[in-house]
């Protein structure tokens, strides 16, 4: 009877009655303001006297900066100022914003600070509420809400995210900014791993765990920008530091997380508890399994570092190209097997080495890797500036490499950006080798002007000076990895229709033409422009694909989680109005 009554219903013949003239299956599409199925105002009110006043509506920041629309709030002075802050301060103006991407493509769209006045303000892909995140209970509360009500879920600390994944139309964010939480241990003991640890809330930047930790004698494995997130994007998404050939990736560093769950259950995952979901969070990518409220990871005792910079210019062109790629074959021999460093960017001008980061060492350990290298300068005729330090601690190499924290200075705030790991293979083989620097000479040229900003690391399973780590999601490209490179453009913030197109250049030409020099090999999942257009699963994810996929189903049958080029991503597409909608149903 009911089975008869439902295909009756979905086939749309024959009467339907009582309890079954409701629609029987979840609607297609997340609803978005304005529609009939919006939640009202009462249980928005409801919702916030849940989370104890934490909700709050967005209003664009650049609403100062416009005369019409929903958010019109112009006001000549504020506008200037907004301006001037976003250009000068960065990071510091966007990053504490809820509701506020920091990637102006995503804030471009409506309601832009540098746009004409009489543009309309609207929100936009913005969301459209936050929770000022406190405890795993506003998090439930906040995922009872877009169960129930169907809305589009979106989580943001920095919102540094390159492909729009922390924020979303008509969305409730999770804001975990202010999940300010750090606490060092000296003994966690585990059968996996007994030693110090740190314990990092989900809201906390790399430069607040450099300085905190720091201050504890410790060092940890954390992004090289001060101004990234810890818990969020970074770590599940694989994470890259400085002390990766030391230490490993970031995901190779957790202990545990504390996690609230799509259904709503507050856990911690271990290699032990919830095993599949600490697996899937550690590499897997972010915004995909849950929301988690702290990373717990391995902390190691602070020493010296040397560091220093290396300079030499593009004074005859041929000679130039040739020891640029001399440096890359030459890139395996200086790291591997060593918890050694080395990052540097290629530009058509200059390679500029801005950090060498020998853990441990002295600066002889940076003249050991320049030997067979600085001879082959000499004899094409380029001169060098070679400048070594020896400093006391972790965290007076990064200053000294990429200035004051917590944010940084080095980091572009705003650029156009993608990423490609490097196998050792490509740059030990000459042709390759030779390949990949013509990829890198057509397009740092004068008409396109890129640059390419790259690490040696090693990341090898089998390294003699790592120490081992649970198993994780990292996808096994890395491992096979002697570099990670970003091809690199700033933000034409006066002129955004450049930026458009260098957008498109990359994830058009350059970036195809990249992947053809480096053959099968994978990206950094969290470093890729949003137009990117290649094998994602594979590049991203790799052979685990399959595996997170069931995971993610397993933890998110609510499909509450939602997030571009994340697990699960192609089951969903956005309509014509913006609304997230299931493309498969
Ligand atoms: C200027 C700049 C510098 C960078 N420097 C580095 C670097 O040095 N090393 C490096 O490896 N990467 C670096 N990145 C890349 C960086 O790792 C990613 O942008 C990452 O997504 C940032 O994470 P977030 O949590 O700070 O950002 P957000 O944009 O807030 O979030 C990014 C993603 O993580 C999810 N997320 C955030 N918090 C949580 C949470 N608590 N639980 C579950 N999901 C969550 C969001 O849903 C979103 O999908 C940099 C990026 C920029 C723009
Ligand atoms: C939530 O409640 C607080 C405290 O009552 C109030 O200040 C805030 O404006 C409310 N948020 C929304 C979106 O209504
Ligand atoms: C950004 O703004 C410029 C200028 O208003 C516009 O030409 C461009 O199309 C916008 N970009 C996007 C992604 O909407
Ligand atoms: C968010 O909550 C924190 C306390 O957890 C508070 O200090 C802060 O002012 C709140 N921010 C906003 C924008 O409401
Ligand atoms: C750590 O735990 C193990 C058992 O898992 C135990 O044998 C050992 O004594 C503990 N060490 C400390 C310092 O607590
Ligand atoms: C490289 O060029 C820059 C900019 O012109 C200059 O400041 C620097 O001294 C040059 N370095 C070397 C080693 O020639
Ligand atoms: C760094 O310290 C080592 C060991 O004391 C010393 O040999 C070296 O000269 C120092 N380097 C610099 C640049 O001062
Ligand atoms: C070297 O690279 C070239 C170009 O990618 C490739 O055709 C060749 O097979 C490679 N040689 C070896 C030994 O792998
Ligand atoms: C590099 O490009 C810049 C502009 O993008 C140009 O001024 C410079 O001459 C170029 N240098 C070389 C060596 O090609
Ligand atoms: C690790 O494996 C690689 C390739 O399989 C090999 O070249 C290297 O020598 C190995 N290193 C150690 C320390 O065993």
Known sequence: MMVSSFLALLIGIGPVVGAYSKPQLPPRCKTIPGDAAWPNKDAWDKLNSTVGGRLIATVPVAHVCHTGGTFSGYDETACADLQESIQNEGAATLQPQPGEP??????????????????????????????????????????????????????????????????????????????????????????YYSGPAVKVGAGIIAGEVYEYVNSKGYRVVGPECGLCGFAGGYTQGVGHSQLTSAYGLAADQVLEWEVVTPAGDYVTATPEKHADLYWALAGGGPGTYGVVLSVTVRAYPDGPVAGGTLRFNNTNSDAYWEAVGLWYKMGPGMVKDSPKNVQFFVSNSTLWVFAFVMPDQDTSAIDGILAPFLPELESRGLPYELKTYNYTSYLENLRNSYGALPYGELCPVYPVLGSRLIPRAVVLNETANKNLMDVYRTYTADEFGWFVGCSFIDTAENSTVRPAHPENSVNPYWRESIAYCNPNNPWHWDDPAHSIRDKNQLSGEFFPAMERATGKTGVYLNEIDSLYTGDWKDTMYGVHYERLLEIKHKYDPYDVMYAHFAVGADEWIIDGSGRLCKAIY
């Open 102 to 191: 920091m990637n102006p493509y995503f804030y471009n769209l409506t309601c832009s600070p540098f746009t004409p006045a009489d543009q309309p303000c609207e929100l936009g892909e913005r969301a459209v509420y936050s929770i000022n995140v406190s405890s795993a209970s506003d998090v439930q509360a906040g995922l009872g809400f877009v169960r129930e009500n169907n809305v589009r879920l979106v989580i943001k600390n920095t919102g540094l995210d390159y492909m729009g994944k922390s924020t979303g139309k008509g969305s409730l964010s999770l804001w975990v900014h202010n999940l300010k939480t750090l606490e060092a241990t000296k003994s966690f003991n585990s059968s």
